[in-house]
Antibody, heavy 124, light 112 residues
Framework: EVQLVESGGGLVQPGGSLRLSCAASGFTFKTYWMHWVRQAPGKGLVWVSRIYSDGSITSYADSVKGRFTISRDNAKNTLYLEMNSLTAEDTAEYYC?????????????????WGQGTTVTVSS | QSVLTQPPSVSGAPGQRVTISCTGSSSNIGAPYDVHWYQQLPGTAPRLLIYGNNNRPSGVPDRFSGSKSGTSASLAITGLQAEDEADYYCQSYDSSLSGRVVFGGGTKLTVL
């Protein structure tokens, strides 16, 4: 079964850090783009970051650039999101999602597999 | 403020047809980047509904269809059913943002 399972969420104080993980199974993880998408309580989906299959290309939303770092370990089939300098505006459910394969594949196939999400709450 | 604009809400009676619009610009939908649609049922993760403007992943009923023209896209749902009540999001990419991913603000579909 193709599956993504996020972990690492929790309560953190403003200015703090957190590292999210996303464990992939049931597919050849190392051939796909991977994304992080977040959703604040009662709000819509907001794209956070993506990473190419071999980790050589990354991009970020302006709201997290310089504070968040996406990475992956293809040997462990795991995607990561390192989050620093957290503020209340980062409070959200964080989803990892599978993108396309190949350099341009991400544009054509959408995000076809999603995890169940992990909750990040930034509060004192 | 989302780069892609969707109506906040639409509604329809069971059996009816509804459409959800997604309006962008020449730097995203009109670039032309593909548009994808997602369905999010209450309390669940999003699910890919339409990819590449008008393609359905396996398991998605053919009651759902997508189209794109110029700088806009639409999701149509025919034969509306109670279980279609959900939030729907369009997604594309934006060349003015270095090809980064953009979502619409989402549309709440209510089945009357």
């Amino acid at each position: 079964e193709v599956q993504l399972v996020e972990s690492g969420g929790g309560l953190v104080q403003p200015g703090g850090s957190l590292r999210l993980s996303c464990a992939a199974s049931g597919f050849t993880f190392k051939t796909y783009w991977m994304h992080w998408v977040r959703q604040a309580p009662g709000k819509g989906l907001v794209w956070v970051s993506r990473i190419y299959s071999d980790g050589s290309i990354t991009s970020y939303a302006d709201s997290v650039k310089g504070r968040f770092t996406i990475s992956r370990d293809n040997a462990k089939n795991t995607l990561y999101l390192e989050m620093n300098s957290l503020t209340a505006e980062d409070t959200a459910e964080y989803y990892c999602a599978r993108g396309g394969s190949g350099r341009s594949g991400d544009y054509y196939f959408g995000m076809d597999v999603w995890g169940q999400g992990t909750t990040v709450t930034v509060s004192s | 403020q989302s780069v892609l604009t969707q109506p906040p809400s639409v509604s329809g009676a069971p059996g009816q047809r509804v459409t959800i619009s997604c309006t962008g610009s020449s730097s995203n939908i009109g670039a032309p980047y593909d548009v994808h649609w997602y369905q999010q049922l209450p309390g669940t993760a999003p699910r890919l509904l339409i990819y590449g403007n008008n393609n359905r992943p396996s398991g998605v009923p053919d009651r759902f269809s997508g189209s794109k023209s110029g700088t806009s896209a639409s999701l149509a749902i025919t034969g509306l059913q109670a279980e279609d009540e959900a939030d729907y999001y369009c997604q594309s990419y934006d060349s003015s943002l270095s090809g980064r991913v953009v979502f619409g603000g989402g549309t709440k579909l209510t089945v009357l």
